[in-house]
C-alpha cells in the first residue's frame, strides 16, 4: 500500500470548499421556490374560497363578504406575513346572471430570501383571480 503524499493532503477540504456554496445555492433556491409555490397556492384558494362566498351572500354584501373572506383566509395561513388586498366586483349582465369576481393580491416574502438575492423579480407579487355565479337569484 503506497503512502499518500503530502501534496494530496487537504485536497478534499478544498474541493468541499468549492462545491457548498453551489450545493447551498441549490438548497436555498429549492426551499423558496416551494415557499413561493404553496403561497401561490393559498393566494389562488383565498380568491376561489372568497367568490364563493360572495356567490352564496345575501344580496347587496356580496363585494363585502367575498372580499374580507379572501383576505382573512390569506391572513389566517401559519408563515403568510406579507401584505394582502382582495376587490370583489359583481358583474350583472341581467338579474339572473349576476356573477360575482374576486381578485387576490398578496405581497410574497421569502422565507430565506435567496431567490431575491439573484435578482428575480418575478414573483414579488402573487396575484389569483376566480369568478362565480352568484346564487342568491336576487343579483348583487
Same mark, same amino acid.
Given at each position: #500500500?503506497?503512502k499518500?503524499?503530502t $501534496?494530496?493532503?487537504?485536497? $478534499?477540504?478544498?474541493? +468541499?470548499?468549492? /462545491?457548498?456554496?453551489?450545493?447551498?445555492? @441549490?438548497?436555498f +433556491? =429549492?426551499?423558496? *421556490?416551494?415557499?413561493? +409555490?404553496?403561497?401561490?397556492? !393559498?393566494v =389562488?384558494?383565498?380568491?376561489?374560497?372568497?367568490?364563493? *362566498?360572495?356567490? /352564496?351572500?345575501?344580496?347587496?354584501? /356580496?363585494? $363585502?363578504?367575498?372580499?374580507?373572506r379572501?383576505?382573512?383566509? @390569506? $391572513? =389566517?395561513?401559519?408563515g403568510?406575513?406579507?401584505?394582502?388586498?382582495?376587490?370583489? =366586483?359583481?358583474?350583472?349582465?341581467?338579474?339572473?346572471?349576476?356573477? @360575482?369576481?374576486?381578485? /387576490?393580491?398578496?405581497? +410574497?416574502?421569502?422565507?430565506?430570501? &435567496?431567490? &431575491?438575492?439573484?435578482? %428575480?423579480?418575478? *414573483?414579488?407579487?402573487? !396575484?389569483?383571480?376566480?369568478? #362565480?355565479? %352568484?346564487?342568491?337569484?336576487?343579483?348583487?
Amino acid at each position: #500500500m503506497r503512502k499518500r503524499s503530502t $501534496s494530496e493532503s487537504g485536497a $478534499s477540504a478544498v474541493e +468541499f470548499a468549492l /462545491v457548498l456554496p453551489l450545493l447551498l445555492s @441549490v438548497l436555498f +433556491f =429549492a426551499i423558496d *421556490f416551494s415557499w413561493m +409555490f404553496y403561497a401561490d397556492l !393559498q393566494v =389562488a384558494n383565498a380568491a376561489r374560497d372568497g367568490a364563493r *362566498f360572495g356567490a /352564496v351572500a345575501p344580496q347587496g354584501s /356580496v363585494e $363585502s363578504e367575498a372580499e374580507a373572506r379572501a383576505e382573512a383566509i @390569506v $391572513s =389566517a395561513m401559519p408563515g403568510m406575513t406579507g401584505a394582502v388586498s382582495a376587490t370583489a =366586483a359583481c358583474v350583472f349582465p341581467s338579474v339572473e346572471d349576476a356573477n @360575482v369576481t374576486v381578485t /387576490v393580491t398578496y405581497d +410574497f416574502e421569502p422565507l430565506v430570501g &435567496f431567490v &431575491f438575492l439573484l435578482n %428575480v423579480n418575478l *414573483f414579488k407579487q402573487l !396575484q389569483a383571480q376566480a369568478t #362565480m355565479h %352568484v346564487e342568491n337569484g336576487t343579483g348583487c
